[in-house]
């Protein structure tokens, strides 16, 4: 099992930034992704970023040049730099990770993310 761990969520000012940051820990070898979804009410989940082992991140057409996804191997933390915030942003985030040879999709209690002047 992995258990995923969110901090970072907030209320900011269009234009603002925030940083979430996911932390791992259980069984955590052969993590091959990681990543945050993020949902509205009344809407499906909708993938924001990636970042593999390897260290290929993807990217959400409506995020693209203002978040950034990285990952911190020594902490086994993820972390996310939101920048140029838009109402549009706001929503829960969810952090979730993937191993190799597993089927099942992990997921962190999510964090709230709010938008507004």
Request: proline share 3%; glycine share 12%; hydrophobic share 30%.
């Amino acid at each position: 099992q992995v258990q995923l761990v969110e901090s970072g969520g907030g209320l900011v000012q269009p234009g603002g930034s925030l940083r979430l940051s996911c932390a791992a820990s259980g069984s955590i070898f052969s993590i091959n992704a990681m990543g945050w979804y993020r949902q509205v009410p009344g809407k499906q989940r909708e993938l924001v970023a990636t970042i593999t082992s390897g260290g290929s991140t993807n990217y959400a057409d409506s995020v693209k040049g203002r978040f950034t996804i990285s990952g911190d191997n020594a902490s086994n933390t993820g972390n996310m730099q939101m920048n140029s915030l838009e109402p549009e942003d706001s929503a829960v985030y969810y952090c979730y990770a993937k191993k190799l040879a597993d089927i099942r999709t992990y997921w962190g209690q999510g964090t709230q993310v709010t938008v507004s002047s």
